[in-house]
Structures are given as C-alpha cells and as structure tokens.
C-alpha cells in the first residue's frame, strides 16, 4: 500500500512507514490474517491517546489563559473526543487505507466513526515514535487544534450533562438519571447505549466507547429535544 498521498494530507514523511501501516491495521484485519507478519494498532492508539491529550492540554492552557480548569477540562474533551478524532481522519483521507475484516469493511455507520477514530489516535502514536514529540504536537496542531473556534462557536464543549440537569431541575423540579440500555463489544473495543430519564419519561438517547461519552450524548439529545439551549 502506497502511504505517499497519506503523507501529503497529513504533512509528515515516515522513516519507517511500517510504523504507519500498523497504524492503519485494525484488529479484525488480523484475525483474518493470521498469516501475515502484522501487528494491529491498539497499542499505538494508547500511546496517541497520551500525546493528544498533552499537545491539546498545553494548547488550551496557552490559549485560553483566563479560562478555568472546568472550562479547559469540558473543552479539551471536546477537541480529543470520538466525533472530533473521527472527523479529521475523515478530512485527511485515512478510509482509504484502513486494514480491516471484510466484515468490518461494510459497517460504514457508527462503528467506522469510532476505528477512524482510534486510527488517529494510532497515527499520533506512530508519528511520536517515528520523530518525536515535537512532530507529533505539530501535527496536531495542524489538524485537530484548529478546530477549537469551531468548537467554541457551537457551544457542544460545554458539559452537557451538568446543563440538562441544571434545566431539568429549574423547569421540572426533577434530577435527571441515566441508564445503560446495551453493552456491548470485546473490553479493547466496548460500545454503550444509554438512556436519560426524567421521572419515568425518555428524554433522550446517546452511544459511545464509554458510559461518560454515551451519557453526555443523551444529554445534548435531551437540550436538543426540548430545546432548553
């Protein structure tokens, strides 16, 4: 696989490409391959994951010099989250490159969101242990940074959860609870669905890698749905 174009996108030339095709190599790609001499990427997304979240925590704390940890806490989670990571792989063309099951290689939902996300975070490792920390920052900085004025704007960094309690208990006198409605997937790779009650009524539904993500999703749902902005 010709990763040339990839570095064109994403502004950095590998030393070792096989460092960035591991990267793209999906644990379900694997499973089919036995055969090949391959590792897949979960290990460089854990690394990745690090470094995002320290570039972000340094840029946000440099930027933003009059916001609170609260602020700076909402907001970093915001700009390293599934949807965001997922979004600039888009941008930088990772889909086509992806090593995955035939299986996998269908599911165009959700489920892809969430490897493309964790492909970034990959990348970020690969990048970090090809060149360095400095190139890595760099690179997010390039790609994900620039989306905090987008962020900002929209007002989605602002903890959702926290806001829909606050207006269900001003308008409804009510505490909000959440419930997990399905788990599922392998501990490497877990999907939930959870639900947002207000007394016995549903008031919104959200899916993540985690009951947190899944949990702030119902209630940006829930704001959404009755319009309390």
């Not at 599934?82 to 939902?109: H, P, W, Y």
């Not at 008031?203 to 009755?226: F, M, V």
Request: glycine share 8%; aromatic share 10%; with cysteine.
């Amino acid at each position: 696989m010709d990763f040339e174009k990839f570095e064109k996108q994403a502004g950095v030339t590998f030393k070792d490409r096989g460092l960035l095709k591991q990267a793209f190599t999906h644990r379900s790609y694997i499973n089919e391959n036995r055969g090949l001499a391959l590792e897949h990427n979960e290990r460089l997304e854990f690394l990745g994951d690090a470094v995002l979240e320290l570039a972000i925590t340094g840029y946000l704390y440099e930027r933003l010099k009059h916001s609170d940890e609260g602020e700076l806490t909402a907001l970093r989670s915001a700009l390293v989250n599934a949807d965001t990571c997922s979004r600039v792989a888009q941008m930088l063309g990772a889909n086509e490159f992806l090593l995955l099951s035939k299986g996998e290689a269908k599911d165009i939902g959700r489920a892809r969101q969430y490897i493309l996300a964790n492909t970034l975070e990959a990348i970020i490792g690969a990048i970090y242990l090809d060149q360095g920390y400095d190139i890595a920052k760099q690179f997010i900085l390039n790609h994900i940074a620039p989306l905090t004025e987008e962020v900002l704007a929209s007002g989605n960094w602002i903890d959702a959860k926290s806001r829909f309690q606050e207006k269900a208990q001003e308008y409804l006198g009510v505490t909000p609870i959440y419930k997990t409605i399905l788990e599922s997937g392998p501990d490497h790779d877990k999907h939930f669905v959870v639900s947002v009650f207000v007394g016995e009524e549903v008031y919104g539904r959200g899916e993540g890698q985690s009951k947190q993500d899944a949990e702030q999703e119902a209630a940006r749902q829930a704001l959404e749905t009755k319009n309390w902005k």
